[in-house]
């Protein structure tokens, strides 16, 4: 099952490669990672997209919480929590197709960030699932470039992840 | 305060850790240390042969007393060499501080003369690292380094400094932190007692139990607790290869180590028990075999471990508790004391005789060999009384590992050094280094294979410099004995590179040349006599090469994929 963790972690040099040397070490495996410092700067919050069995999420979080630079961590699809990501895609969109691609923008309540005249670039953000829905919906379209951030989230409701 | 350099600093912040003594080998990124080492004379430096050997040293060092072991190398290969040393402390939780020179700050990552990554290379193997980017930072790290090293789950910790941040010229008033908070790292300090009264519930109520005991009881100083807890409950105990003095081997309550060379009575045992209490140990695949579908099937599994990470990682506890074990422990054993409920003298009778009737096999008895031939396993048990059970053995790894764990009875906990989870060769004789300077009065043997002692036999120069009296019994059977004997069971005798008879140098005269005394012994009837005669030069190192029969197996042994209760117990017998 696909999980979201999300790491609250001291911002100092070497603790991303310690994060990120455990998933290899430990033959787990990471869909997505991003990661920033927070309001206070001598944090940063990680998320990260994982897929796995109970038995294997529990020790993923287990040995994460071994890290020394790890605060706290959690995983929010444990609960209610509001995930996104955001992608900017650069299509080819000339003649017929450049309406089209435009209108499909629109339904995914995406936005063209730069044009030129054979191309659009188009900032889509929300769920991983509403991304590639807008990707399958480009069918026969050509695709230039695709990048995406990886997985944000936070919990819903009061729940907070803080010191 | 002071006006202190670098170099000058992290030997006085060493000091004022409480460190007297610290194993190293100089070189240019460590050289400002080295300047500051001379300097002074409060912390004393013993030169090894090989950082390897420096890092086991500091490892035996600690295994023995229970502080951390501190290393000093340099950069590039001293911190390489260094490498074996932290991930063999790392498997066994053993704490200790590496302290690693490194090119100047302006050269990082401009592959500079001797310079590695150390911080990167070491970081799946340690607990924690610190690069030092100033020298004002020295004394915080290293009080950050000795806590994060010896609390909790213990375990190795790098610090890595580059050459100018120990710059003499450099001087900054040194104020050494009288404590130290690191606010994403808070390990527990005591189980959780909802936990801790339901598995003493079910202890109480149980009517096979045995209690399964590791590593952590020595590291974490619960063995008395231990001892206690297993006599109010008057159930077995069986010590893994780490956990070995845990709870005295000469009790009658012991049934012996347990796992793929465990006794046949500690794994029946395990395997016919209704209720496994599971304290500092890690369900490891030399205990469990390989499939833990099969693993003591009727057991409920009460599981103390100071690492929630150990806790269901391979077998699912029924009751995990996470805490240190000492206080864990104790607060067992007033609930077993407090309790009204006792243990069921006549289900604890029952099982005791069963246990006795798997005992009556033997699995450890010893069938001599013909021709005055020595078994290496008489080898041991001449150890044994020579030294009465009093002393520090330290061991490599191989066949002469596992005759050592199962015929040196050990009473006490820190008694029994050996490499346990990485399984190093060449992990002895330094390790012994460690132990002797620690315990300058005390006997200390290193048993040893001729394969093994020749990973770190250069150490023998650091054993005459500083004149330590070690014993290094050799069990010498001019071959890899436990790749030869794995040989023999699964490729058919087909001695793949395990054999060097050839080869081999003559030991006595190697010894001498470094100045100590080497004995051999060829004959069985000769052997306690040599071995005391050994024993007896008190001021020497002695190195005994002792011939033993080259066919001997370990058994018992597990069979592979097979249930506890699955053992061979020679060539020709199996369960």
Same mark, same amino acid.
């Given at each position: 099952m696909r999980r979201i963790i999300s790491v609250l972690m001291e911002n100092q040099p070497g603790a991303l490669s310690r994060v990120v040397g455990l998933f290899s070490q430990r033959n787990y495996n990471i869909n997505s990672l991003t990661v920033a410092p927070t309001d206070d700067e001598s944090l940063s919050r990680l998320t990260l997209t994982t897929v796995g069995d109970d038995r294997k999420i529990e020790q993923i979080i287990k040995h994460l919480n071994k890290l020394v630079d790890v605060a706290k961590l959690v995983d929010l699809t444990e609960g209610a929590h509001i995930e996104r990501e955001l992608m900017l895609i650069k299509v080819k969109a000339t003649g017929a197709q450049r309406a089209e691609v435009k209108r499909v923008a629109d339904i995914f309540r995406g936005v063209v960030v730069d044009i030129t005249p054979t191309m659009y670039t188009i900032q889509v953000t929300g769920t991983s699932e509403k991304l590639d829905g807008f990707i399958a919906a480009l069918a026969g379209t050509p695709i230039l470039e695709v990048v995406r951030s990886g997985v944000s989230g936070i919990a819903r409701g009061e729940k907070v992840l803080s010191l | 305060?002071?006006?202190?350099?670098?170099?000058? &600093?992290?030997?006085? &912040?060493?000091?004022? /850790? !409480?460190?007297?003594?610290?194993?190293?080998?100089?070189? !240019?990124?460590?050289?400002?240390?080295?300047?500051?080492?001379?300097? *002074?004379?409060?912390?004393?430096?013993?030169?090894?042969?090989?950082?390897?050997?420096? $890092?086991?040293?500091?490892?035996?060092?600690?295994?023995?007393?229970?502080?951390?072991?501190?290393?000093?190398?340099?950069?590039?290969?001293?911190? $390489?060499?260094?490498?074996?040393?932290?991930?063999?402390?790392?498997?066994?939780?053993?704490?200790?501080?590496? #302290?690693?020179? *490194?090119?100047?700050?302006?050269?990082?990552?401009?592959? %500079?003369?001797?310079?590695?990554?150390?911080?990167?290379?070491?970081?799946?193997?340690?607990?924690?690292?610190?690069?030092?980017?100033?020298?004002?930072?020295?004394?915080?790290?290293?009080?950050?380094?000795?806590?994060?090293?010896?609390?909790?789950?213990?375990?190795?910790?790098? #610090?890595?400094?580059?050459?100018?941040?120990?710059?003499?010229?450099?001087?900054?008033?040194?104020?050494?932190? /009288?404590?130290?908070?690191?606010?994403?790292?808070?390990?527990?300090?005591?189980?959780?007692?909802?936990?801790?009264k339901k598995a003493v519930d079910i202890l109480l109520a149980a009517r096979r139990p045995i209690i399964y005991s590791g590593g952590g009881v020595i590291i974490g100083e619960g063995s008395e607790l231990l001892t206690a807890l297993a006599r109010k409950i008057g159930c077995p105990v069986t010590n893994t290869l780490m956990g070995l003095g845990a709870f005295p081997a000469t009790d009658k309550q012991f049934v012996g180590m347990l796992g793929m060379h465990g006794t046949y009575e500690a794994n029946m045992t395990m395997h016919e028990a209704d209720v496994i209490l599971a304290v500092g140990a890690r369900f490891d695949d030399r205990v469990t075999n390989s499939d833990v579908r099969k693993f003591c099937p009727d057991a409920t599994i009460l599981h103390i471990d100071i690492d929630p990470a150990a806790i269901s990682k391979t077998v699912t506890a029924h009751v995990p508790i996470v805490g240190p074990v000492a206080p864990v422990l104790k607060e067992m054993l007033e609930l077993v004391e407090t309790s009204k409920v006792k243990p069921d003298k006549e289900a604890m009778q029952a099982w005791w005789e069963r246990i006795e009737h798997w005992r009556k096999r033997q699995s450890l008895a010893v069938i001599p060999? /013909?021709?005055?031939?020595?078994?290496? *396993?008489?080898? #041991? *048990? %001449?150890?044994?009384?020579? $030294?009465?059970?009093?002393?520090?053995?330290?061991?490599?790894?191989?066949?002469?590992?596992?005759?050592? &764990?199962?015929?040196?009875?050990?009473?006490?906990?820190?008694?029994?050094?050996?490499?346990?989870?990485?399984? $190093?060769?060449?992990?002895?004789?330094?390790? %012994?280094?460690?132990?002797?300077?620690a315990f300058p009065d005390a006997v200390v043997a290193c048993v040893t294979g001729e394969g093994s002692i020749q990973m770190n036999i250069q150490e023998l120069a650091t054993c005459k410099q500083c004149a330590l009296p070690i014993k290094i019994v050799t069990l010498n059977n001019k071959a890899l004995g436990m790749v030869k004997q794995w040989q023999d069971m699964q490729y058919g005798g087909r001695h793949s590179h395990s054999t060097y008879a050839d080869s081999l140098p003559d030991f006595i005269k190697l010894v001498e040349s470094y100045g100590h005394v080497g004995i051999r012994i060829e004959k069985l009837s000769e052997l306690k006599a040599k071995m005391a005669e050994a024993f007896a030069i008190k001021d020497k190192l002695v190195f005994i090469d002792i011939a033993v029969d080259p066919e001997e197996h370990v058994y018992p042994m597990a069979i592979r994929g097979g249930a506890m209760n699955e053992m061979f117990l020679s060539k020709t017998e199996r369960t």
């Open positions: - | 305060m002071a006006l202190l350099s670098g170099g000058d &600093a992290l030997i006085r &912040a060493l000091h004022d /850790e !409480g460190v007297d003594l610290i194993f190293g080998y100089p070189g !240019g990124a460590a050289l400002h240390i080295y300047d500051a080492i001379f300097n *002074q004379d409060k912390v004393e430096h013993i030169l090894v042969r090989h950082e390897q050997a420096a $890092t086991h040293a500091a490892d035996g060092y600690a295994r023995a007393t229970g502080k951390p072991g501190v290393v000093l190398v340099t950069s590039g290969p001293g911190a $390489t060499n260094a490498i074996t040393g932290i991930a063999t402390a790392f498997m066994d939780s053993i704490p200790m501080i590496v #302290i690693s020179g *490194q090119v100047a700050r302006e050269s990082i990552g401009l592959d %500079a003369f001797q310079e590695t990554d150390m911080i990167g290379i070491s970081r799946p193997i340690v607990k924690h690292s610190f690069m030092v980017h100033t020298p004002e930072d020295i004394p915080s790290v290293v009080k950050q380094a000795f806590f994060i090293a010896t609390t909790g789950r213990p375990g190795p910790v790098v #610090i890595d400094i580059p050459k100018d941040v120990t710059d003499p010229s450099v001087k900054f008033e040194y104020h050494y932190p /009288e404590t130290v908070k690191i606010r994403s790292y808070s390990p527990p300090t005591k189980g959780h007692s909802g936990q801790i060999a /013909e021709n005055d031939v020595i078994k290496p *396993q008489q080898a #041991i *048990q %001449a150890l044994y009384e020579v $030294t009465k059970g009093e002393a520090y053995v330290t061991s490599d790894v191989g066949q002469h590992q596992m005759f050592a &764990a199962q015929y040196y009875h050990f009473d006490k906990p820190r008694r029994w050094i050996n490499s346990g989870g990485l399984g $190093t060769m060449g992990f002895g004789l330094p390790a %012994a280094m460690g132990v002797q300077l």
